[in-house]
C-alpha cells in the first residue's frame, strides 16, 4: 500500500481499515459512510467538536457499538460482527476505569490473569510495566492513593499488559490538569513510539492532537472533514470548518475577480482561486500569524494599509486588530511579536502597512465563516 505524503512516496501497511461504516441511533445518524485506512505503528487522532462522532466511531473499532452498516478490518481480519472479547485491542478511558479495591499490581495483571498465564510470567510482565510508565516502586498501592497523572500511567500499563495490536485511547487526557496534562501528552507519544503499536486516541483538545498525532482524522457532523499530518490539517485545511477548528483563523468575505486574484471590499489580493469562476463569492483566510507588518510602505503585491483598532498581550506575542478600508467591516487579527512592537514602537491607533502572503491564503467557496 502507497501513500503520497509530505515525505514523498511511502510503502506501508494498512493495519485498520474502516470501510462505508454507518451508525444510527434512532433516527439520528451518528456516522455517515466513514472510510479510514490506519497504518501499522501509526499514531492517529480523531479530533472534532462534541458529537461530531469521533468518540462513536471509536467505540465501533472496539466493538462496544456495533456500526449499522460497514466493515472494520484488522490486520487483514475482518472483525465487523465480533464481540469486544474476540478483538485485538487495549482501552483507556478518560476516567481510567481503575478497578479501587485491587492493588496497582492485580489491575495491571488482571488482563493476564483471565488469560491464564503463570504467575512468574504475570510478575515479570507487571515489573516490566511499571518500569516502562516510571512506577516501579507503586505496585502495592491502590488506585486512591495515586494522583491522576499516575492512575492515568497505570491504566495505560494495564491497556498494553497482553501486547494488544491496537490501542485505543478515549480523551485519555482531559481529566488532568493543564501541566500534568501536556508532559503525559509527551510521554504517551514516546511509548507509543517505543512500542510500535498503532494507536488511535479520540480528543476534541487542538494542541493535544497537533503534538501528538502522525496524523489526524477531523470529523464534523458525523463524516470525515480533512485526514492529513498536523502540518497539512494546519497549514492546508480543506474546508472552511477545518480552518475554523483548528488554530486561530481570520475569515473575511471576497469575490473571484480573475485567474489566482480575489477581491475584498476596496482591495485585490493576488492568491491561489483553486479553478473558481469570476464572480464567485468565497472566504478568504489566513492566520494570523502569517500577516507581516512592513517595515517602509510601499506598493507590493498584497499590502494592505491598515489601523491598529485593539492590542491585546497574550504573553510571547501581542494580537493586533486591524481595521482597513480595503477590508470593509471586517477586521484582521494579527499576531505580532513582542520584539517588533518594542522596535518599532507599535501602539493602539497606529497606521501601519500589513502584507497577506499569497502563499499563506486560503478560500472557500462561500460566505464568511465570521467576519
Known sequence: ?????????????????????????????????????????????????????KTTLLRAIAGLDIQTRGR???????????????????????SYALFPNLTVTRNIAYGLENRKASRAEIAARVTELLDLVGLPDQGDKYPAQLSGGQQQRIALARAIASSPG???????????????RVHLRHEVKDLQRRLGITTVMVTHDQEE?????????????GVIEQIGTPLEIYRLPATSFVADFIGTMNFVPGTVSGPDR??????DLACE???????????????????????????EENAVEARIGE???LGSFYRADLVSEGLGEARLRADLSINLVRSQGINEGDA????????????????????
Open 72 to 94: 472494520v478490518e484488522q490486520a487483514g481480519k475482518d472483525i465487523s460482527a465480533l464481540p469486544p472479547s474476540e478483538r485485538d485491542f487495549g482501552i483507556v478511558f478518560q
Open 209 to 221: 492532537a497537533l503534538t501528538m498525532a502522525d496524523r489526524i482524522v477531523v470529523m464534523n457532523h
Open 1 to 53: 500500500m502507497s501513500e503520497s505524503g509530505a515525505g514523498g512516496e511511502t510503502d506501508r501497511t494498512v493495519y485498520l481499515r474502516i470501510e462505508d461504516l454507518t451508525k444510527k441511533f434512532g433516527g439520528f445518524t451518528a456516522l455517515k459512510d466513514v472510510t479510514l485506512e490506519i497504518y501499522e505503528g501509526e499514531f492517529v487522532c480523531f479530533l472534532g467538536p462534541s458529537g461530531c462522532g
Open 273 to 299: 482561486s483553486d479553478g473558481l469562476a469570476e464572480g464567485t463569492a468565497v472566504t478568504v483566510a489566513v492566520r494570523p500569524e502569517d500577516i507581516v507588518v512592513q517595515s517602509v510602505q510601499g506598493g
Open 262 to 267: 480575489v477581491r475584498l471590499a476596496g482591495v
Open 166 to 180: 491496537l490501542l485505543l485511547l478515549d480523551e485519555p487526557l482531559s481529566a488532568l490538569d493543564a501541566k500534568v
Open 311 to 313: 492590542m491585546e498581550f
Open 352 to 371: 501601519l502597512s500589513v502584507l497577506l502572503p499569497r502563499e499563506r491564503i486560503r478560500i472557500y467557496p462561500g460566505s464568511a465563516v465570521r467576519g
